[in-house]
């Protein structure tokens, strides 16, 4: 099931949670009033099924953060490679535009901002990244 899917379910599920619990607490409210038979009838026959609702939207919110997370953990290491590959690449002498060198910065601050949320550590990637980061001050320096 793709996460398309999934998100929608989701949605769908805790819209009709939502609606439920509404009309639930409307009756409730309304037994309140003054006929705590229909207070006692909804409690008794509803509330069982509210709660097996509750605990599957949990499942589902459960299911959907692994879902983030692993989503989190491929795009830490596409960013990386990203990241990587473009350091690589000014070793080797080959010529990158101003432009690049921001949305390399830009995917460093993603990936620093995802490895600090997932408490991931990180080694190499800080060496080369501080070695573009010389060759972007250099790069302005000469122009």
Known sequence: MEVAQIAAMIIGTSTLVAALTTIFNHIIAFGKLGNS?????????MKPHFDEIHKSLDN?????????DENDRREVQRLRYECLKFASEVH??????????EEI??????YNALI???NIENGFMVEEMLFVHESYRNMNISI
């Open 37 to 45: 038979a229909i207070t006692r009838y909804v409690n008794k026959t």
């Open 60 to 68: 589902i919110k459960d299911q959907l953060d692994d879902i983030r």
């Open 92 to 101: 080797k002498g080959i010529h990158k535009e101003r432009g690049e060198y």
């Open 105 to 110: 910065f830009r995917m460093e601050h993603d």
């Open 116 to 118: 600090k949320k997932h």
